[in-house]
C-alpha cells in the first residue's frame, strides 16, 4: 500500500497557503488513514513534482510530520510512516462467549473449580464498583464535539472514572487547566495532536487516539445524489485539503464536490449553489447559510473502537493496577507521577 492522493486536492485558488494544505492533507492521512507502519513515502521532489509545489515547500512539511511524530525520516532512504493501524478484534457476545471459554480452561488447568471462579469474578466485579477511579482529562479542539467523543469513550471506563474536558485554547491560555492535566492519572487527546498537547503539557501522562469517520457520516455519504453539487466545507484551514477525499471515500460516486472554508468571502456564494451541504466538526455555523430543504450533516468522526479496546483499555488497566499496589512503585508512561502522590490525593 502506498500513499497516494489526487494532486487536484490541493486547491492553489485557495486563500490558504499550499504548504498549509499540504500538511493538513498528509497529517489527516497518516493518523487517520490506513497505511501501516512502514510504508515508505514519495520523495521531496517526486511529492513536489506530483503535486505541482516547490520541493523547499514539500521539504518543509515533512520536516513538520516528522516534528509531529506522524512519520519518520531515515538518512539516505526516505520518509516512511510510524504509526501502527490497531486490529479491532470481534465485539458482541459471540466474542464473549469465546473469552468465557478461554477463562474456564484456564481455570481448570489451575485447578480452580467453577464455584471458585464464580466466586473471583463476582469478588473482582464488587471492587470494581468500591474502588477509586482515575482522573481522565480530554483535550479537545471544540468543546461540544468534545463531550460527545467522552460519551463514547466512557463506556470502557470504569463507573468511579472521572473524565473531564479542556480545549486546547483553553489550556493555553490558563494554567488552572493545565496544572488539572498534570494532576491527571491520564490525558487523552486525537492521534495527530499528540506531540502539539505534549509540547504545552509535557510532563502529562499523554495518550493520542486515532479517530475514524462515525457510521452515520458514512452512511450520509453514501446516500448522496451522484447528481448532487456538493459542498464541503471546514472550520481550520490546515483541513481544507482533506475535504474533498474524506467525501469521495464514502460517496465515489459523486464527482461535483466544492470545498471551502467556512470564513472565506465566498462561502455563502458555494453553500448557495450547492444541492448537499457537508461541514467539518466545528463549522456547524454555516448551517444558517443553507437553504430549506437541502440536505445538511456533519462530518463526524468518532473515537476508533479498536484503538479504545487493544490500547486504551490496558494502559487504564495498568494505572489501576498501580494504584491499588503501591509495591508497583511509579505508573508506567512519560511525566509519571509517584504512587505517593496519588495516595495523597485519594484521601483527599
Given at each position: 500500500?502506498?500513499?497516494?492522493?489526487?494532486?487536484?486536492y490541493i486547491d492553489k485558488s485557495l486563500p490558504v497557503p499550499v504548504g498549509r494544505q499540504l500538511?493538513?492533507?498528509?497529517?489527516?492521512?497518516?493518523?487517520?488513514?490506513?497505511?501501516?507502519?512502514?510504508?515508505?513515502?514519495?520523495?521531496?521532489?517526486?511529492?513536489?513534482?506530483?503535486?505541482?509545489?516547490?520541493?523547499?515547500?514539500?521539504?518543509?512539511?515533512?520536516?513538520?510530520?516528522?516534528?509531529?511524530?506522524?512519520?519518520?525520516?531515515?538518512?539516505?532512504?526516505?520518509?516512511?510512516?510510524?504509526?501502527?493501524?490497531?486490529?479491532?478484534?470481534?465485539?458482541?457476545?459471540?466474542?464473549?462467549?469465546?473469552?468465557?471459554?478461554?477463562?474456564?480452561?484456564?481455570?481448570?488447568?489451575?485447578?480452580?473449580?467453577?464455584?471458585?471462579?464464580?466466586?473471583?469474578?463476582?469478588?473482582?466485579?464488587?471492587?470494581?464498583?468500591?474502588?477509586?477511579?482515575?482522573?481522565?482529562?480530554?483535550?479537545?479542539?471544540?468543546?461540544?464535539?468534545?463531550?460527545?467523543?467522552?460519551?463514547?469513550?466512557?463506556?470502557?471506563?470504569?463507573?468511579?472514572?472521572?473524565?473531564?474536558?479542556?480545549?486546547?485554547?483553553?489550556?493555553?491560555?490558563?494554567?488552572?487547566?493545565?496544572?488539572?492535566?498534570?494532576?491527571?492519572?491520564?490525558?487523552?487527546?486525537?492521534?495527530?495532536?499528540?506531540?502539539?498537547?505534549?509540547?504545552?503539557?509535557?510532563?502529562?501522562?499523554?495518550?493520542?487516539?486515532?479517530?475514524?469517520?462515525?457510521?452515520?457520516?458514512?452512511?450520509?455519504?453514501?446516500?448522496?445524489?451522484?447528481?448532487?453539487?456538493?459542498?464541503?466545507?471546514?472550520?481550520?484551514?490546515?483541513?481544507?485539503?482533506?475535504?474533498?477525499?474524506?467525501?469521495?471515500?464514502?460517496?465515489?460516486?459523486?464527482?461535483?464536490?466544492?470545498?471551502?472554508?467556512?470564513?472565506?468571502?465566498?462561502?455563502?456564494?458555494?453553500?448557495?449553489?450547492?444541492?448537499?451541504?457537508?461541514?467539518?466538526?466545528?463549522?456547524?455555523?454555516?448551517?444558517?447559510?443553507?437553504?430549506?430543504?437541502?440536505?445538511?450533516?456533519?462530518?463526524?468522526?468518532?473515537?476508533?473502537?479498536?484503538?479504545?479496546?487493544?490500547?486504551?483499555?490496558?494502559?487504564?488497566?495498568?494505572?489501576?493496577?498501580?494504584?491499588?499496589?503501591?509495591?508497583?512503585?511509579?505508573?508506567?508512561?512519560?511525566?509519571?507521577?509517584?504512587?505517593?502522590?496519588?495516595?495523597?490525593?485519594?484521601?483527599?
Amino acid at each position: 500500500m502506498a500513499l497516494a492522493f489526487d494532486p487536484s486536492y490541493i486547491d492553489k485558488s485557495l486563500p490558504v497557503p499550499v504548504g498549509r494544505q499540504l500538511y493538513g492533507l498528509m497529517s489527516y492521512l497518516l493518523s487517520h488513514g490506513d497505511l501501516p507502519k512502514g510504508t515508505k513515502l514519495p520523495s521531496v521532489r517526486q511529492m513536489a513534482r506530483d503535486v505541482g509545489i516547490a520541493q523547499a515547500t514539500v521539504s518543509q512539511v515533512y520536516q513538520d510530520l516528522r516534528d509531529a511524530g506522524l512519520l519518520e525520516m531515515r538518512k539516505g532512504s526516505g520518509a516512511y510512516t510510524c504509526l501502527s493501524i490497531p486490529q479491532q478484534s470481534d465485539h458482541g457476545r459471540g466474542s464473549l462467549r469465546t473469552d468465557i471459554e478461554i477463562l474456564l480452561n484456564k481455570a481448570e488447568r489451575l485447578g480452580i473449580n467453577r464455584m471458585t471462579l464464580v466466586a473471583m469474578v463476582n469478588a473482582q466485579a464488587q471492587l470494581r464498583r468500591t474502588r477509586s477511579g482515575l482522573k481522565i482529562v480530554f483535550v479537545a479542539v471544540f468543546e461540544g464535539p468534545g463531550a460527545d467523543y467522552v460519551d463514547e469513550i466512557r463506556p470502557v471506563l470504569s463507573p468511579s472514572d472521572r473524565i473531564s474536558i479542556v480545549t486546547f485554547d483553553h489550556l493555553r491560555e490558563n494554567e488552572n487547566a493545565r496544572k488539572r492535566c498534570l494532576d491527571a492519572d491520564i490525558v487523552l487527546t486525537f492521534l495527530h495532536r499528540e506531540t502539539e498537547l505534549t509540547a504545552i503539557i509535557g510532563g502529562a501522562n499523554i495518550l493520542g487516539l486515532r479517530f475514524i469517520p462515525s457510521n452515520n457520516t458514512r452512511k450520509a455519504l453514501a446516500s448522496i445524489d451522484p447528481r448532487a453539487r456538493v459542498a464541503a466545507i471546514t472550520q481550520l484551514e490546515d483541513y481544507i485539503a482533506i475535504m474533498r477525499p474524506s467525501v469521495q471515500r464514502f460517496a465515489p460516486h459523486v464527482a461535483d464536490i466544492r470545498v471551502g472554508w467556512s470564513y472565506a468571502p465566498d462561502v455563502e456564494a458555494v453553500i448557495t449553489e450547492s444541492d448537499v451541504v457537508i461541514y467539518a466538526t466545528g463549522a456547524d455555523h454555516i448551517t444558517r447559510l443553507v437553504r430549506p430543504g437541502v440536505p445538511c450533516f456533519e462530518y463526524r468522526h468518532t473515537p476508533d473502537p479498536a484503538v479504545l479496546e487493544n490500547e486504551l483499555v490496558p494502559r487504564l488497566t495498568k494505572l489501576r493496577e498501580a494504584l491499588e499496589r503501591p509495591d508497583m512503585g511509579a505508573r508506567e508512561g512519560e511525566g509519571e507521577r509517584s504512587t505517593e502522590l496519588h495516595q495523597g490525593e485519594m484521601k483527599q
